[in-house]
């Protein structure tokens, strides 16, 4: 038997996803910049160059959207795209200075809605969730990668 739509896990996921975005929502809004956008900069900020593709996996973007997203931020100044050195077909796109800085800006209300959050719900929940999530990824992950190899 189906299961009632409001015991669905991708529904579920969903909603608790936009419970959280709609507190980030104003402040990327505010700074003119996506959701898409941040995960962008964040992905750059924190692990510093990367290639399109692995920016695409790292942000969970499709590649066509990652490649218009650094089109975008690279008009606006705050990352740039170059050819790797290896082989000109592969782009690698790092954030610029000015990248850095609205990183470093945006960066600080950031932290302050993720510790109103964790001051509603409590930190230890989310670590909790955190851990939980991170063992279903890799749940599902794994099944999926034991199905393909026994293809």
């Not at 189906?2 to 936009?18: G, Q």
């Not at 850095?100 to 950031?110: G, I, L, P, T, V």
Request: hydrophobic share 40%; proline share 3%.
């Amino acid at each position: 038997m189906l299961r009632a739509l409001e015991n669905s896990i991708p529904l579920k996921l969903l909603r608790a996803r936009e419970a959280v975005m709609e507190r980030f929502r104003p402040h990327l809004h505010a700074a003119g910049i996506t959701e898409q956008q941040w995960r962008v900069i964040r992905a750059l900020a924190e692990e510093g160059p990367m290639e399109i593709s692995a920016l695409a996996r790292k942000t969970c973007l499709l590649p066509p959207s990652v490649s218009r997203i650094v089109r975008d931020l690279s008009d606006a100044g705050i990352l740039n795209r170059k050819a790797s050195r290896d082989d000109a077909r592969i782009a690698i796109a790092a954030l610029t200075a000015r990248g850095r800085q609205k990183f470093e800006h945006m960066s600080k209300e950031s932290i302050r809605i993720y510790s109103q959050i964790e001051d509603r719900t409590g930190a230890q929940f989310c670590e909790q969730l955190m851990h939980d999530l991170d063992r279903f990824i890799e749940s599902l992950e794994h099944e999926k990668v034991q199905s393909v190899a026994a293809e």
